[in-house]
């Protein structure tokens, strides 16, 4: 089985390190039980480029603006010139906790056509607060995508990100795959999310927009047991959004 890997990256050097640490981990463990894998990586800048080659992924050079353009690119890239089972997706800014690899397995072996996750964790990366994101929904980090969705999806619509967006790809992407390939996501079952999003002044949703709806996203303790993370300063269990 082989995974084509999706991921952008802009600015954000400690955090994209952080985060590719994270995939590397990812992509280790899945080696190890014979899933391999290939990561492209649309930049628009050279250290992030730099980056990804330290990584073993490959840079893929785009410009940055609109993101729905870079994203897209750097599908079609992956789609082209790469033979895979699944496109996975992830983001320069977002770690996975442990239990993530495992769940992924799971959906590779079953052939789950469409998989994805519905709540997520965020960081202000300035004062470590964390808040949970748990309405009704879906992420693209960790979405995982059956190839021949995909190549029906590129097919029908001529793209397979909107090229012409700077948000909500995700909910683009999956209103069309509803659309026009029949499928919606299926959701894991989970008392706490594996998703932890790293949220600096780079974000496209900045953790102030969350802040500002404190009891819709409210200020909690991250669970879970996110490696990557360790060395980061203490969490805060009711901290405060000092903007």
């Known amino acids: 089985m082989k995974l084509g890997v999706h991921v952008t ?16 981990r ?9 899933v391999e894998s290939h990561v492209v990586v649309g930049c628009s800048e050279k250290k992030s480029a730099g980056i990804a ?7 893929f050079m ?11 690119e750097t599908a079609k890239y992956l789609h082209s010139n790469y033979d895979w089972d699944y496109m996975l997706e992830y983001c320069s800014d977002n770690v996975m906790e442990k239990r993530y690899t495992s769940l992924l397995l799971k959906q ?8 994805a996750m519905n709540c997520f964790y965020m960081m202000n990366w300035r004062t470590k607060e964390v808040r949970i994101y748990n309405p009704s929904g879906w992420s693209n980090v960790g979405r995982l995508t059956r190839r021949d969705l995909v190549d029906k999806l590129r097919k029908k619509r001529g793209y397979i990100f909107n090229p012409r967006l700077g948000r909500r790809l995700d909910k683009d992407y999956n209103d069309d795959m509803f659309r026009m390939c029949r499928v919606m996501p299926s959701f894991p079952a989970l008392t706490n999310p594996i ?5 600096d002044d780079y974000s496209l949703n900045q953790y102030k927009s969350f802040a500002a709806k404190g009891s819709k996203y409210p200020v909690v303790s991250l669970a879970g047991n996110f490696p990557e993370i360790n060395g980061l300063e203490k969490v805060e269990k009711n901290g405060t959004d000092n903007r």
Request: net charge positive; aromatic share 12%.
């Open 195 to 199: 998703i932890l999003d790293l949220k």
């Open 53 to 59: 080659k330290s990584f073993g992924f490959e840079p």
């Open 108 to 115: 590779i072996e079953a052939e789950t056509p469409y998989w």
């Open 9 to 24: 990256a802009y600015r954000r050097p400690t955090i994209t390190k952080i985060a590719f640490t994270c995939l590397r």
């Open 62 to 72: 785009v410009k940055n603006d609109p993101l729905g353009h870079k994203f897209n």
């Open 26 to 34: 990812i992509l280790d463990e899945l080696a190890e039980k014979g």
